[in-house]
């Protein structure tokens, strides 16, 4: 009954919406101040907009997390450790897929929805894995803004932002000022909040399901354990280089 009520005072609601929706600031949302979270297009307590997350990927299909630039390349010790904090977040979240947005150059002639997302074309690899709730994470924000209202325009998906600048008004939930601690916090929050729903991880740590690509990159596996991983502390082995990127550039908006 409450989520009911709440969907009916959503500002910023789930999709699909049709062609060409108004942006959350049409519509008269703004980034929320410090210390406070978005939920719906609601302004609300920074905790209440990560349990609307938690309860949105702990209950919908195909949740899905979505790595950005800034938190897949090693180009500082800062990028390294929000990674790890990541991985913390995703060992809360039974059979959460991860699918990273590497770059943001568009991937044509043709996307394949089980290895990446991009921002000019993210509801390919929405509709792919039937994803109904995602979380954004390292994205630069306005290719973040510009991906958050392509899905919102033509998918089912319900969107959660977890930003280092100011947070996303596209998003149906997020909060700001996300640094390693702060995801720290939004992982600890999903625990709470699992555990009060009586959901239960893998007892091997495995909850991380790989798409089918990713299960062929990785000898027919299913599932990994995502503290298994381990960052390298050579920032070459990660190197964005390779992608055009420079850790300058990333800096700006870091």
């Not at 910023?12 to 049709?18: D, K, L, N």
């Not at 950005?68 to 800062?78: A, F, I, S």
């Not at 990028?79 to 943001?104: C, G, H, N, S, T």
Request: aromatic share 6%.
């Amino acid at each position: 009954m409450e989520l009911t009520k709440e969907l009916e005072e959503a500002i910023v609601a789930p999709g699909p919406q049709g062609f060409h929706p108004p942006s959350a600031a049409e519509l008269g949302v703004l980034t929320p101040d410090t210390g406070y979270g978005l939920k719906f297009g609601h302004v609300v307590a920074e905790e209440l907009a990560m349990e609307a997350m938690a309860r949105a990927m702990l209950t919908r299909k195909n949740a899905t997390i979505f790595p950005g630039p800034l938190v897949l390349w090693n180009w500082n010790d800062h990028a390294a450790d929000k990674a790890r904090a990541v991985l913390e977040l995703a060992a809360q979240l039974p059979e959460v897929l991860v699918i990273p947005m590497p770059d943001y150059r568009p991937k044509y002639p043709k996307v394949e929805p089980e290895e990446v997302i991009n921002p000019n074309h993210p509801n390919l690899t929405i509709w792919g894995n039937k994803i109904e709730a995602c979380i954004f994470i390292g994205v630069h924000c306005h290719y973040a803004n510009l991906t958050l209202k392509m899905i919102r325009a033509g998918t089912n998906c319900w969107t959660s932002a977890i930003c280092a600048e100011q947070g996303h008004e596209d998003a149906m939930f997020t909060v700001r000022d996300s640094d390693a601690a702060k995801i720290r916090r939004v992982a600890a929050v999903f625990k709470r909040v699992r555990e009060e729903m009586g959901i239960k991880l893998s007892e091997n740590g495995e909850n991380v399901r790989f798409t089918g690509l990713q299960s062929r990159v990785h000898d027919g596996k299913t599932h990994t354990n995502p503290l298994d991983f381990g960052l390298s502390v050579d920032p070459a082995s990660g190197n964005a280089a390779a992608f055009g990127h420079k850790a300058e550039h990333m800096q700006k908006e870091a």
